[in-house]
């Protein structure tokens, strides 16, 4: 979660009317569970927006940018300063009063955590100010990170054993859901599906994307952790039935320790070959065992060993094990 002092901070020094930030899963950019802001947005923009995004109607990541070095940039700079022709102006700044966005990528140690946006309706956003929240993003990309980290309950033992799954027809009404589709919305504390989570918006939106271009990329999906520390695995996939209408089918289900166990790694900031090594570590593999996998000598992976223990404050594959992984696996 983003901690209401450093908005705070944030607005002391850069002052915006309203603000929206959103947590997402790194792997895919999609939306998770964690998010806030004070934009109004109707139920039917939240599911517009989403696949607009997915589209490439409105960007989901700050590329432009970020190839000069920075990861915040006002909304002009993305559509060639013709911001009153970007969806997003369009269908939400503009009717609510706003004229100027500033995106930020709340990415650190090369992976991102999170998006962030601030509008106000004048003067436009100075490249001073714009430089003060790319200096932050490192801070706010971290305590998103760290609320990965943060101590999980344990899953529940009436968790369902098998996926949830529920169809949405082309008006983004339940067509169907099952028991467990209903148990899992209840646990992450969905009420009505007409006000769809974020992370559900996007896969959707996403889903119906792949359907239009190429159904051989991979199924659009999401990790997210429920207020029970519970993490979850959401994907879409749409379905064309000659018959019917077509239907967007949403599945929901435990994520695996093969799914979380990387973001665990990726967020105590292990190196890609530091991550693997860890992740052979929790499968049970000897120093021995690990080198011939990995085409590295048994010393390379002591030293790789030690940087771990060090990083996240361990001293054996036990601990590591015991204190680092396995509170949030026995989430999932």
């Given at each position: ?46 599911w517009e927006v989403q696949e607009l995004v997915a589209r490439g109607a409105v960007r989901r990541d700050l590329r432009p940018p970020a190839r000069s070095g920075r990861y915040a940039a006002r909304l002009a700079e993305f559509v060639d ?252």
């Amino acid at each position: 979660m983003l901690p209401d002092k450093l908005l705070e901070a944030l607005g002391s020094i850069v002052p915006f009317d309203r603000f929206c930030w959103g947590a997402v899963d790194p792997a895919s950019l999609l939306p998770t569970r964690a998010t806030g802001t004070t934009v109004p947005c109707t139920t039917p923009l939240i599911w517009e927006v989403q696949e607009l995004v997915a589209r490439g109607a409105v960007r989901r990541d700050l590329r432009p940018p970020a190839r000069s070095g920075r990861y915040a940039a006002r909304l002009a700079e993305f559509v060639d300063e013709r911001s009153e022709q970007d969806p997003s102006y369009q269908r939400i700044l503009r009717p609510n009063g706003l004229e100027h966005q500033l995106r930020a990528a709340l990415v650190v140690d090369g992976t991102q955590w999170g998006t962030l946006h601030i509008e106000r309706c004048r003067p436009d956003f100075t490249a001073r100010e714009v430089a003060i929240v790319d200096a932050l993003v490192p801070h706010f990309a971290h305590a998103l990170r760290r609320w990965i980290l943060a101590t999980p309950n344990h899953a529940a033992s009436g968790d369902p054993a098998i996926p949830g799954v529920v169809l949405l027809d082309e008006d983004n009404n339940v067509d169907s859901i099952s028991p467990e589709a209903e148990h899992w919305f209840s646990e992450w504390g969905v009420a009505d599906l007409r006000v769809p989570p974020p992370a559900i918006a996007a896969v959707v939106g996403a889903a119906r994307a792949r359907s239009d271009r190429n159904n051989h990329e991979i199924i659009p999906s999401a990790r997210l952790r429920l207020a029970t520390g519970t993490w979850l695995h959401v994907r879409a996939t749409h379905l064309i039935r000659p018959d019917r209408a077509a239907r967007t089918a949403v599945m929901l289900e435990h994520a695996s320790q093969d799914q979380v166990a990387p973001l665990i790694a990726r967020a105590n900031q292990l190196s890609q070959r530091e991550t693997e090594i860890a992740l052979l570590v929790l499968r049970g593999l000897s120093t021995n065992e690990i080198a011939a996998k990995l085409f590295i000598s048994a010393y390379t992976v002591q030293d790789h060993l030690k940087s771990i223990f060090e990083r996240v404050g361990v001293r054996s594959r036990r601990e590591l094990v015991t204190e680092v992984f396995e509170p949030h696996l026995l989430a999932a």
